[in-house]
């Protein structure tokens, strides 16, 4: 099936069955593999995504689902406004092995984009679907509350 | 065209002059130096090093790093020993991981056993050290000074008294004329610039915009895309495959049985992987559909394990004699008759998974005279070894392309991935990538053993232990790792798992180490920590069970049992400071307020250990409340690495370490039952999240040896904190992970 997608606000096509997740669709049809796969269940949040501003597991998004939204990957997080965020991802020095990382990233450009300062239970809430079995939680905690911070900081 | 000749025979020092300027420094596995030239139309390959630096005649340095990224910081780590004492601006380095598998240039490439910065201290920072004092001559010798009135910093020479000044850029050249010295003098550690310094990773801009490469991003062109059906019972082989319904779905190219089996290429510290039926299909997706569509009849296999009978039988085995006593001091029988108090205790461990966040995956393109593998694997000597015998090609025509790897725990030690992948790819003569699920990552891993501890310890009247012994029933690691014996040999003996040196060895008179080994069909292999993630359990926990007898406060009672004993020995020649762990000890419990009031339902535990070659100590916070649910508030932990080259990494993986170790203690099981793992994603194996994380307050003790080591001797003793803390809290003592609620309502 043919389809016309917003990714990161290009228009893409792919070719591809309508019940592919948009997942391998991003990572197979169109080369973003910044997406990851991590469970393919919706229980790890290793593949989440923007999809109209808001944090969605694209590995349980069919592909038809995602025409007409305007999705953002983490390819487009810059130039969709998380600068600071990843910014302070960078100051955390977060990462371990960093599969997770763009996962943690999208749903915390999420969370900020609905509560720009959240408290910790705040971010525990809208946290808890990202596994990272490195262990980086204190880290994406800080960093977190170190992009909500007023910029003069 | 490069040619080497030799300048020591000691030092195997070599210079390779060439067209471009480019200079080399090349450090052997055992600290043999040795200086190229490369040309920059020349591959790279021939004589690929083991960690090198090179500069290019426009200034910009490169730094090899060997050993595969798992998370665990090696690609900053490394590059820091040998920026450090070349006086390297760190900002503009470049950092590139080798390309391939060469141990005779490269030494031991693998990342396990935390031990890639112990390894690479002396040999990187000879390399840094060796291309410095070349600059600096090349530098001296053009302005006509002598070398010491030289110093370097940020990427260049200075001559002080003239104010004279050439980066190292212009000075490669003329550099790698020069003769090599024979021995290089490495910095006073005062006057590290580096070393010591925090310092983030280099990745980290690739990984915030999603660019950073892991295993399971290769493409390349032609690229198929496997999932392979794998057998659901253990040891299960393929009777029949109905493969029409697969077939039929558009995208789907080929359907092919790997009968594991008979692949060439494993054994000794490579399990093969399981009988599978793989689905050759242009995506993953498609690959995944017609993986569901395949109707495989499968033979019995092992349809007979279970854990629970397994746990059954070794419990019947603790009542039985140990098949091999691993250490016996005095008189451990006489001194339980004449003991005031005594104790026993049973402790029980489950069957974990590794559950990397990356599941498994492995690009490979065998082609008739040269195999390409594309791996995030822990071990690409053994991936090479493996494609090689599979492919049938000699070792040298494989090239092991290292990947970063998302997580590996020991699960990408095995290459089992591999394996699969290379068969594959011979089979439909093409390049193929072969995605695990996470299904197949919990369900087909080679896991940590399950394990049964009886302890036993004798007090004397004033409290303390007179004799203490464990009688570990356990899988034997030469077997489940299918070691090669030795000729004559016909089997191990039990107790490979047990350290004859863990503590309390040594500090107590009568002492016995005993084990019996238990033979399953489970996949086995080892786990963040190995044996110290059981071992220090249970033995940090048995030993707070005693001081309670004693009546003794738990930190004092393992403070009064080091007492002043200072070297310790170990297996070989090693030995440890016991000291130093006393010291972890003390911080710990310093900084946690050890000792001061907690609220109702609360309590801290105390653990630590000289374990996986480092010193680390924690106190566990934690609240049992009435629900009987168990939140771990705050972790405070100490830990002595010896130098520390990195503080931020090295904090990375004291805190990683501790939610891993968090994970096992309260959340990890992995159950066999007719056979088949019940578990199956982290919806029933789950792992610690963020809601579930504690605050975690580390402290290093300042130690000016070399460093020790970072990866995996934060995990030990995280349970057995907890479990000690729980106790505090509930008066519940808990002898079997992971503890679960249901533990703690017998009250
Ligand atoms: S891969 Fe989508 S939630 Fe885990
Ligand atoms: S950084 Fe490795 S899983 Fe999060």
Redesign the pocket.
């Known amino acids: 099936m043919r389809l016309t997608l917003s990714i990161n606000g290009q228009a893409r096509e792919a070719d591809v069955p309508a019940d592919t997740p948009l997942?391998w669709v991003l990572r197979d049809a169109l080369a973003l593999t910044g997406t990851?796969?991590?469970?393919?269940?919706?229980?790890?949040?290793?593949?989440t995504v923007l999809l109209d501003g808001v944090a969605t597991?694209?590995?349980?998004l069919p592909v038809t689902g995602a025409v007409g939204k305007p999705v953002t990957t983490i390819e487009g997080l810059s130039a969709a406004g998380g600068r600071r965020l990843q910014a302070a991802w960078l100051h955390e020095d977060v990462a371990q092995c960093g599969y997770c990382q763009a996962g943690q990233l999208m749903a915390a450009a999420s969370l900020l984009a609905r509560t720009p300062h959240p408290t910790d239970a705040e971010i525990d809430a809208a946290m808890a679907g990202n596994i990272c079995r490195c262990g980086t939680y204190g880290r994406i905690r800080r960093a977190i509350h170190r992009a909500a911070e007023p910029a003069s900081t | 065209m490069n040619t080497a000749a030799p300048i020591s025979r000691r030092h195997f020092c070599r210079v390779t002059a060439l067209a471009s300027g480019a200079l080399l420094v090349h450090v052997q596995a055992l600290g043999e130096i040795a200086v190229r030239r490369r040309d920059h139309n020349a591959k790279a390959t021939p004589f690929s090093p083991g960690a090198f630096v090179s500069i290019d005649p426009n200034g910009q340095i490169t730094i090899i790093v060997a050993r595969p990224e798992i998370g665990q910081g090696v690609r900053t780590s490394l590059p820091m020993l040998v920026a450090e004492e070349m006086d390297a601006d760190w900002a503009s380095i470049r950092v590139e991981q080798a390309e391939g598998v060469d141990a005779a240039a490269y030494g031991d490439q693998y990342a396990g056993g935390s031990q890639s910065v112990r390894n690479g201290w002396d040999p990187l920072r000879r390399a840094g050290a060796l291309a410095r004092t070349m600059l600096v001559a090349a530098a001296a010798s053009q302005w006509g000074v002598d070398p010491s009135s030289c110093t370097t910093s940020h990427s260049t020479v200075h001559h002080p008294p003239t104010g004279r000044r050439l980066s190292y850029g212009v000075l490669t050249t003329a550099a790698a004329q020069l003769p090599v010295p024979t021995d290089v003098t490495l910095k006073n550690p005062a006057a590290y610039s580096i070393i010591g310094h925090p310092t983030r990773q280099v990745d980290g801009d690739a990984i915030v915009h999603g660019t950073e490469r892991f295993g399971i991003d290769v493409r390349i062109p032609g690229m198929r895309v496997a999932s392979v059906e794998r057998a659901p019972v253990i040891g299960a082989r393929v009777l029949s495959v109905d493969d029409a319904a697969a077939r039929a779905i558009p995208g789907v190219r080929d359907v092919i049985t790997i009968d594991a089996d008979a692949l060439p290429g494993f054994g000794d510290n490579s399990p093969r992987p399981p009988n599978g039926v793989a689905v050759i299909a242009d995506s993953t997706w498609i690959a995944l559909k017609g993986r569901r569509a395949l109707r495989v009849t499968w033979s019995a296999g092992a349809a007979a394990e279970d854990s629970a009978d397994r746990r059954a039988e070794c419990q019947r085995l603790a009542a039985l004699p140990p098949e091999r006593v691993v250490r016996n001091d005095g008189d451990v029988v006489r001194a339980f008759v004449g003991a005031a108090r005594t104790l026993e205790a049973v402790y029980e461990l489950p069957l974990v998974a590794h559950a990397p966040m990356e599941p498994m995956n492995c690009v490979a393109d065998v082609r008739a005279d040269r195999c390409d593998i594309w791996a995030p694997t822990q071990n690409p000597a053994g991936a090479r070894d493996v494609a090689a015998r599979i492919t049938g090609l000699p070792p040298a025509a494989v090239t092991v392309h290292i990947t970063r790897s998302g997580g590996g725990f020991g699960r990408r030690f095995y290459s089992d991935f591999v394996g699969e992948a290379a068969a594959l790819s011979r089979a439909i003569r093409g390049p193929v990538q072969v995605v695990w699920t996470r299904e197949d990552d919990i369900q087909h891993d080679f896991y940590r053993p399950a394990s049964c501890h009886v302890m036993r310890g004798a007090l004397d009247d004033r409290g303390q232990i007179v004799a203490w012994s464990q009688y570990l029933i356990n899988a034997q690691r030469g077997e489940f790792l299918r070691w090669q014996l030795p000729a004559g040999v016909t089997s191990l003996p039990a107790g490979d798992e047990l350290g004859p040196y863990d503590f309390p060895a040594g500090f107590v008179p009568n002492l016995r180490l005993a084990a019996t080994a238990l033979h399953s069909p489970v996949p086995l292999g080892q786990w963040r920590s190995v044996e110290e993630s059981t071992n220090v359990f249970v033995y940090q926990c048995f030993i707070d069970e005693l001081a309670h007898l004693a009546g003794r406060d738990p930190l004092d009672y393992r403070l009064a049992l080091i007492g002043a004993s200072t070297t310790m020995p170990l297996e070989g020649r090693g030995s440890y400071d016991a000291q130093r762990l006393r010291h972890v000890f003390e911080l710990a419990a310093r900084e946690a307020r050890w000792g001061t009031p907690l609220p109702a339902g609360m309590g801290r535990g105390i653990a630590g250990a000289y374990a996986n070659h480092a010193y680390v100590a924690m106190v566990a916070e934690v609240e049992v409340d009435s629900q009987r649910d168990i939140h771990v508030h705050r972790i405070v932990a100490a830990a002595d690495l010896g130098t520390v080259v990195n503080p931020l990494g090295a904090a990375a993986q004291i805190e990683g370490s501790i939610i891993f170790g968090l994970s096992a203690a309260l959340k990890h099981e992995i159950t066999v039952a007719k056979g088949r793992v019940t578990q199956s994603n982290f919806t029933d194996f789950p792992v610690i999240r963020m809601n579930e994380a504690p605050t975690i307050e580390l402290h290093f003790l300042r130690s000016a040896g070399p460093p020790l080591s970072g990866g995996e001797p934060g995990v030990p003793a995280t349970a057995p904190a907890v479990a000690n803390a729980i106790f505090a809290a509930t008066g519940i003592r808990v002898r079997r992970l992971p503890i679960r609620r249901v533990d703690l309502a017998a009250s």
Do not use: E, P, T
């Not at chain 1, 990851?36 to 593949?47: D, L, N, Q, R, W």
């Not at chain 1, 597991?57 to 349980?60: A, P, V």
């Open positions: 997942l990851k796969f991590g469970c393919g269940i919706g229980a790890c949040g290793a593949c597991r694209s590995c349980q």
